[in-house]
Nanobody
Framework: QVRLVESGGGSVQSGGSLRLSCAAS???????????MAWFRQAPGKEREGVAS???????SYADSVKDRFTISRDNDKNTLYLQMNSLKPDDTAMYYC???????????????WGQGTQVTVSS
């Protein structure tokens, strides 16, 4: 099992930056370094969409809408996943979720484990 807790959300003006964190607690056969993780977001009235994913080998995938603005990273020593968000736009406003699984779903929301989410609001 994996427990995920996100933090770092908040309200910023357009063009600002935020860094989200996702602390992972793993149990039984799961080891943090071998799980695949991703960030998703969901705005009111919209479907959950993949933002960025990172495989256990460090390879990454990004949604076109956030390429060159967002960076996903992980610290295996701290069991923590990060999402650095720069040049934020009002369209980035959403609840952001961390997800994990033992296989990679890339940006498809089929991961087995999810956090509770952290709200990001970008004002113009």
């Amino acid at each position: 099992q994996v427990r995920l807790v996100e933090s770092g959300g908040g309200s910023v003006q357009s063009g600002g930056s935020l860094r989200l964190s996702c602390a992972a607690s793993t149990y039984s056969e799961y080891t943090y370094s071998i799980i695949y993780m991703a960030w998703f977001r969901q705005a009111p009235g919209k479907e959950r969409e993949g933002v960025a994913s990172m495989d256990s080998d460090g390879s990454t995938s990004y949604a076109d809408s956030v390429k060159d603005r967002f960076t996903i990273s992980r610290d295996n020593d701290k069991n923590t996943l990060y999402l650095q968000m720069n040049s934020l736009k009002p369209d980035d406003t959403a609840m952001y979720y961390c997800a994990a699984d033992r296989i990679s779903w890339y940006l498809v929301p089929k991961y087995k484990y999810w956090g509770q989410g952290t709200q990001v609001t970008v004002s113009s």
